[in-house]
């Protein structure tokens, strides 16, 4: 069977079947680690047939370093992608060239294929200055490339209006979870990013083992993956439901000779903009080689996908885009929140409280410097927030995109809020101020998008703003509900 590839870059070809190794984490709960010689043999299997593409991440247990055992022991070329996943709160250069150099020595290697970055808040932009200098190690030779994973449509435009080379976004993409088919598949079309699918069996819930079987108790889900995905299945409208996909699924896998999995996949790769399903492994203890090759033989026609879709139709979407489950509730991780995840959400800025009951929040432009005053200020239950533009530090952000200048302003808007103890859901004014008028409408579709559910007062208007580069200024009033 001959293995599908794809180039992700000129000069990065990995195959359509990534194999994950996430599951290392869970093997490793109780404190023992996977023997790494062992367990680098066992995804040699892997690469022989031909599926040479891995996926790991700083945070999957010792993962990186049954990487580095494969890459040192398997002669012929093999792939290596990896995450950074740093804390949330203060980041310095340092903190990201040394976080590059230990997955570099973990890894063994000089230079790592493709870096993939996660980013826990938007609302404070230090995440921004993580990519600017991870993009300065790629510039180095460090990083080959960089990707991101669980990243939203409007925060990847910003990523790429603002110069930052990527080339791929990892996702969760699967029968019971479409949101990457719009707006995402859209982005990432347009500007050649390749997306790297992952929860495409949502755990092994989509397979043959659970066809007509009664809901399972939280007892019976034994792995990280199953308690996940299961909560995936409950936010999208339950088990009856699920059922439907597994049904549809499983005619269309008997038609083809094949198992469900490999319809869930096929169809996933099927997808535009997908450059790749990751399939997960738990190495040395069960292989899937076979069965994974299986999914290459697969044509699906229009009456399958028909079958298909008919039964996804009845899917409710927990989240509007991709990541929201690790930004907002409801938190469709294994604990159902993300306490195993971090520890503590640190205020995206400083504060300081004045000798009245002010208290003011600073971003660090250098227009607060100049111009003396504060990104909000805070009195009572009333915060006011200062006309904000797309700038962070010495940076202007998102480009000549008014798109990507709106979200990253909001952005800014909500870290002030969240610095001053409150959020985006206490505003009750805003007034949106556009340089050039032809850019109106696609500021208010953003302001539209984030505000959907908020809907405070607003006013848009045309103004000539100080700064070339910036094409919106918002300012904007909340109301929180403690004094």
């Excluded at 973990?106 to 993580?130: E, K, T």
């Excluded at 039964?311 to 604990?335: I, Q």
């Excluded at 556009?434 to 103004?463: C, M, S, Y």
Aim: net charge neutral.
């Amino acid at each position: 069977m001959t293995v599908e590839r794809f180039d992700l870059a000129p000069d990065l070809s990995i195959s359509r079947v990534l194999t994950g190794l996430w599951q290392v984490a869970d093997m490793e709960r109780d404190g023992k680690k996977v023997d790494p010689i062992s367990a680098a043999d066992a995804l040699t299997s892997y690469a022989k047939a031909g599926l040479t593409s891995f996926d790991m991440a700083d945070h999957y247990g010792s993962s990186e370093e049954i990487a580095g055992v494969l890459r040192n022991t398997y002669a012929s070329p093999v792939q290596l992608f990896t995450k950074w996943v740093p804390t949330p709160g203060p980041v310095k250069r340092e903190d990201v060239r040394n976080a590059v150099q230990r997955a570099l020595k973990r890894m063994h290697s000089d230079r790592i294929d493709l870096l993939q970055f996660h980013a826990w808040n938007y609302a404070d932009p230090r995440w921004l200055d993580c990519l600017f200098w991870l993009k300065e190690l790629k510039e180095e030779g460090l990083v080959h490339h960089l990707g991101l994973t669980n990243f939203d449509t409007a925060h990847l435009r910003i990523v790429i209006e603002s110069g930052i080379p990527v080339i791929s976004n990892q996702v969760c993409f699967s029968l019971i979870d479409r949101r990457a088919l719009h707006s995402m598949t859209d982005f990432c079309r347009q500007h050649s990013i390749g997306l790297l699918a992952y929860g495409t069996v949502a755990g092994g819930l989509l397979s043959e083992k659970w066809l007509g079987k009664p809901e399972p108790s939280s007892s019976d889900l034994l792995s990280w993956s199953l308690m996940k995905y299961k909560r995936f299945i409950d936010a999208g409208g339950g088990w009856s439901v699920y059922q439907n996909i597994l049904i549809a699924a499983g005619q269309v896998a008997r038609k083809h000779r094949v198992s469900i999995p490999n319809i869930a996949c096929r169809y996933i790769l099927d997808q535009t903009a997908v450059a790749g399903v990751i399939i997960g492994a738990r190495p040395g203890r069960s292989e899937h080689i076979a069965e994974t090759l299986r999914i290459f033989s697969i044509k699906l026609d229009d009456e399958d996908r028909s079958m298909i879709e008919k039964a996804m139709a009845n899917l409710k979407p927990a989240h509007s885009d991709c990541g929201d489950e690790y930004r907002r509730p409801p938190f469709l991780t294994a604990s159902g929140d993300l306490s195993h995840h971090i520890e503590t959400m640190p205020p995206p800025f400083q504060s300081k409280k004045g000798n009245d009951d002010r208290t003011w929040a600073l971003s660090g432009t250098i227009w607060e410097d100049i111009g003396g005053f504060s990104r909000a200020v805070r009195r009572g239950n009333r915060i006011w927030v200062s006309g904000t533009t797309a700038t962070h530090g010495k940076r202007s952000i998102g480009g000549n995109d008014p798109a990507a200048q709106a979200h990253f302003v909001i952005d800014k808007i909500e870290g002030a809020l969240q610095s001053l103890g409150g959020s985006l859901s206490d505003v009750v004014r805003t007034r949106v101020f556009v340089r050039n008028v032809d850019d109106w409408e696609a500021i208010a579709r953003v302001h539209g998008e984030r505000f959907k559910n908020i809907l405070p007062a607003n006013t848009l208007v045309q103004a000539t703003l100080v700064g070339e580069e910036y094409l919106v200024e918002m300012e904007a009033e909340a109301l929180t509900a403690d004094s």
